[in-house]
């Protein structure tokens, strides 16, 4: 059985354009564990997280650097859902934003656009022990 939903459409070929402009000029970034970096996140399948607007950027925590060409990140989304993956992370913005510790995920430095902030020691600390209880 085939379920069709308009809502659910993703252009993958649009993305695939920009994906390829990222790898081919896209440049690595100065990052530190703690920074808030907008991403391009791009489409992905089913419910794992896209990126939004005509660059399909999200917001991510920079959870931690390997070297200068991939870290480990979870994004971040002003849902105001409660959920035990969701954990707080303070203006983001000016918006609330959670992290969404369920879709923590590796990526190329590449991908990062422009560093938006920095979350505290405490919070990060709370972030990281949600994810080891997770794992």
Known sequence: ???QYDYLVKNFDLWNVTKKNIDSLGQ???YHP????????????????????HEYERPVLILRGFNKQI???IPLT????KNKYLIPVGLINGKNAQAIISQIRLIDTKRLSNKIGIIDKERFSEIKKAVKDLI
């Open 78 to 81: 002003t849902s105001k859902k």
């Open 71 to 73: 870290c480990l990140i």
């Open 28 to 30: 690595y970034k100065f």
């Open 34 to 53: 703690r920074d808030i970096w907008w991403c391009t996140f791009g489409l992905n399948i089913g419910f794992e997280q896209d990126g939004t607007g």
């Open 1 to 3: 059985m085939s379920y």
